[in-house]
C-alpha cells in the first residue's frame, strides 16, 4: 500500500488509544504518533497503572488531544466524559492490554475509564496483549481472551521474542509499524469489499464432541471441548456472516450473534446439520463425532455383573461432513482431521476421499488439541490445477488462530465463487 493510500485510509478516524499498565507503554507513544501520523485523531486513556511507566504529558504532546485517566471528573463534559468518549470513537485500541485489564474487560467491570467507555461504545474494539509469556500461556488469560473474542473484540498480536524481565516466549505487545499495518488492512477498500462480500454468507459449523448412550447413565464420547468451533463460529460472525452453529455437549458460553443448536448424539447433529445446510454457503465441520455408537442401548443401568469383561456391540456412525459434502454438492465444505500419526498423509486422504474443498489437518493426543486453549494446524486444498496445497499455522491461542483460518477459508470460499464453472454438452 502506498503512503498516500495509507494516509487516506485512517483519515479522520476517530481512535481512543487506551493506554494500561505494563511496560510495553512506552511502545504506545510511538503508536500514538503513527496513528496520527496516519490521519487519525486519537485520544489516548490511561488506567493509573500505566501511569507508572509513561506521563499523559508526552502523549498529549503526540496526538494533541488532552489525555483523559479519571472516570469521576466533574470537569469532562459535565462529568459524563466517558460517555462523550464512547460515542466519539470509530475504534478503540488498547495497546499494551496487560492481564489485568483483560480480566477486567472479559467480566465487564467497569471501575475505571477505560474499562467504562469499553462498555458504553458500540465501537470496534481491539486490543494488543503484552505479558509475561508464563502468564499469556496461563489457561485462565486464555479463557479470558476467548470470551472477549466472543464478544467481537479482535487480538493484534501478541509477538515472540525476548521479554523485558529476560524471558523468551510469546506475549511481546506488537510492534507500533505492525499494529498501525493491521489497522490499515481492516480498513483497506479490498478489506472492506470483502467483508461487505461476507455480510449475506451462511455458514453452519459443528462444534465440540458428540455422546452416545450406552445406558440412560453412561455414554461413549471423546475430550473434546468445543473452544476451536466456537471460536470458529465468534470468527466468522465477527467477518459478517451469518452463523449457525451445531454444538455437541460443552461447557462454554454462545458467541455473541451466533445462532446455536445443542445437540447430543451424532445422529442428531446429522439431523441438524442437513437441515441447516440447505440454504447454507460454507459448512465447516470441526465437531469431534464419535466414530461408533452401541447397537443396542439399555433401557436400565447396565449392571456390573460376576464377570470381569463385558462386550459392546458397536456400529459405525454416519461420517456428517462426507454426507454434507455428497448432498448438497454447491456448498463449500471444509472437514477437520484430528488424528495422532501420519497427519498430513491422513488428511490428504480424507479430502479427496469425502470430496472437500479443504480440510484442516489437527494433531492430537499426549496433549495437543483436545480441550486445550491453544493450538497449531496445517490447511489444505487442491488448486485449480489439483495440486495439493498447504499452509501451517503456529501453535497460538485458538481465537486468535480461529481468525486466520476463517480468513483463509473465506478468501478460498470467493475465489471458488468467481470461478466460471465449465459445463460439458
Avoid at 509469556?133 to 498480536?157: C, D, K
Avoid at 510492534?175 to 455458514?203: C, F, M, W, Y
Avoid at 445422529?267 to 470441526?286: H, K, P, T, V, Y
Wanted: glycine share 6%; hydrophobic share 45%; with cysteine.
Amino acid at each position: 500500500m502506498s503512503a498516500q493510500a495509507a494516509l487516506a485510509t485512517l483519515q479522520g478516524k476517530h481512535i481512543v488509544l487506551g493506554v494500561s499498565g505494563g511496560i510495553a507503554a512506552y511502545k504506545s507513544a510511538l503508536l500514538a504518533r503513527l496513528l496520527k501520523k496516519a490521519g487519525a485523531d486519537i485520544k489516548v486513556v490511561m488506567t493509573q497503572g500505566a501511569h507508572a511507566f509513561i506521563t499523559p504529558l508526552t502523549f498529549q504532546a503526540l496526538t494533541g488531544n488532552t489525555v483523559h485517566d479519571t472516570l469521576l471528573d466533574a470537569d469532562a463534559e459535565a462529568g459524563m466524559g466517558h460517555i462523550e468518549l464512547a460515542r466519539w470513537a470509530d475504534l478503540i485500541l488498547i495497546a499494551p492490554a496487560t492481564a489485568n485489564v483483560i480480566a477486567r474487560l472479559a467480566h465487564g467491570h467497569a471501575d475505571d475509564l477505560l474499562t467504562t467507555i469499553c462498555l458504553a461504545s458500540p465501537a470496534p474494539k481491539r486490543l494488543a496483549p503484552a505479558m509475561n509469556q508464563q502468564m499469556w500461556a496461563n489457561p485462565i488469560v486464555s479463557a479470558n481472551i476467548e470470551r472477549l473474542t466472543t464478544f467481537g473484540w479482535e487480538l493484534l498480536g501478541p509477538d515472540d521474542g525476548e521479554q523485558a524481565c529476560g524471558d523468551i516466549g510469546s506475549g511481546r505487545m506488537l510492534e507500533p509499524e505492525a499494529i498501525v499495518a493491521r489497522l490499515l488492512d481492516d480498513t483497506s477498500p479490498s478489506r472492506q469489499i470483502s467483508h461487505h462480500n461476507h455480510s449475506g454468507t451462511k455458514v453452519v459449523i459443528t462444534a465440540g464432541p458428540t455422546r452416545e448412550a450406552l445406558d440412560p447413565v453412561r455414554y461413549i464420547s471423546n475430550y473434546s471441548s468445543g473452544k476451536m468451533g466456537y471460536a470458529l463460529a465468534a470468527a466468522a460472525h465477527a467477518a459478517g456472516a451469518h452463523v449457525t452453529l451445531v454444538s455437541g455437549p460443552v461447557q462454554l458460553m454462545p458467541p455473541a450473534g451466533v445462532k446455536v443448536i445443542n445437540v447430543t448424539s451424532a445422529e442428531q447433529m446429522l439431523s441438524a446439520a442437513r437441515s441447516e445446510s440447505r440454504n447454507a454457503d460454507i459448512f465447516i465441520s470441526s465437531a469431534a463425532v464419535a466414530d461408533f455408537r452401541p447397537q443396542h442401548v439399555a433401557e436400565h443401568k447396565i449392571k456390573k455383573g460376576s464377570d470381569n469383561t463385558t462386550i459392546l456391540e458397536l456400529i459405525k456412525n454416519p461420517d456428517i461432513v462426507a454426507t454434507i459434502a455428497g448432498e448438497y454438492s454447491s456448498l463449500f465444505c471444509v472437514g477437520f482431521a484430528a488424528e495422532t500419526q501420519s497427519l498430513l498423509e491422513n488428511a490428504g486422504s480424507k479430502l479427496v476421499r469425502k470430496k472437500l474443498d479443504m480440510i484442516v489437518a489437527n494433531q492430537v493426543g499426549e496433549g495437543l488439541a483436545f480441550d486445550q486453549d491453544s493450538n497449531a494446524v496445517t490447511l489444505i486444498w487442491h488448486d485449480a490445477q489439483q495440486k495439493l496445497q498447504q499452509r501451517a499455522f503456529p501453535m497460538q491461542p485458538k481465537p486468535q488462530l480461529a481468525h486466520q483460518l476463517i480468513d483463509a477459508i473465506f478468501a478460498h470460499y470467493q475465489a471458488h465463487q468467481d470461478t466460471p464453472s465449465v459445463s460439458v454438452n
